[in-house]
């Protein structure tokens, strides 16, 4: 079983590592546990995983990094001055945490919408000197009434529409 947590960010509920720690020990069958961020609330979220990544009897965690674009333009999109820097600052220390711990990884996710649709290939290059580069990248786009879905893997090409 596949467990997704969603809905903004997870952790800025005050509970939110008990909601974790109840589904490790809770729900049987538990293979993975995948978890969205967005990096607002990097020290948060970031001690968050110090503490859930500890835990020596738990699944495979997938940690999702929203970054919707480099720099300003992702802190255009989600509204939030800074947001960027935060993300890939707490972006960086998860990875850490994910290769100390092990049975975790971290990935970056990315909507595609018409506010940067048109800035998505350059952001990929630039992204290209960051160390996370190598990571690979789900865009998710919406189209009319169709979710589409590729994974990138160093060129944009048809994307999979789902109804």
Known sequence: MWVSFSGGEPHLRKDFCGIMESSFRDIRNIAMVNVPNNGIKADRCVNDWKH??????????????????EGAVHDEVRGVEGNYESAVAAFEEIDALCKQHGNAAIGIGLTISKFNFDRIIRFKKGYQLHRIYRRKIFFAVYKMDKLCVKEFNGRLSRFQCLK
């Open 52 to 69: 859930l990544l500890a835990i020596r009897r738990r699944p495979f965690v997938y940690i999702t990094m929203s970054l919707d674009g």
